[in-house]
């Protein structure tokens, strides 16, 4: 089951108070970024966020769930409703979230006789 449009929306409106947000749509779900790093995404009407430790440690009693079939697992937020609870949670996780990976250009060679 695809995410709707009127869920992410309601989630940006939740981080609007966060600099630096965006999304890409993903076949029919979306990945969540804040300042440029993966959070977490929207899966099936579900805001899940990365495991790392500073999300267990903000959501003790969060769930682990599958966003997708043969995907890693990652926390489901419960409390989407209140926007300083999802704005603090994001700034939490930010310093232990991977940073973003660097797009290398492929440079083809030919090779001249």
Not at 7 to 34: P, S
Not at 56 to 70: H, I, T, V
Not at 90 to 104: G, I, S, W
């Amino acid at each position: 089951m695809a995410s709707s449009k009127d869920y992410l929306t309601f989630i940006l409106g939740q981080l609007a108070d966060l600099e630096k947000i965006r999304y890409r749509a993903m076949m029919g779900e979306y990945i969540l970024y804040y300042k440029e790093k993966i959070v977490g995404g929207i899966y099936d009407d579900r805001l899940l966020v990365k495991p790392v430790k500073a999300a267990r440690e903000f959501m003790p009693q969060a769930e682990l769930e599958l966003p997708y079939p043969g995907a890693k697992e990652m926390l489901l937020v419960d409390h989407v409703d209140s926007k300083d609870y999802l704005t603090g949670l994001f700034k939490a996780m930010f310093k232990e979230l991977p940073a973003p990976k660097v797009k290398r250009k492929n440079k083809q060679q030919s090779s001249l006789p």
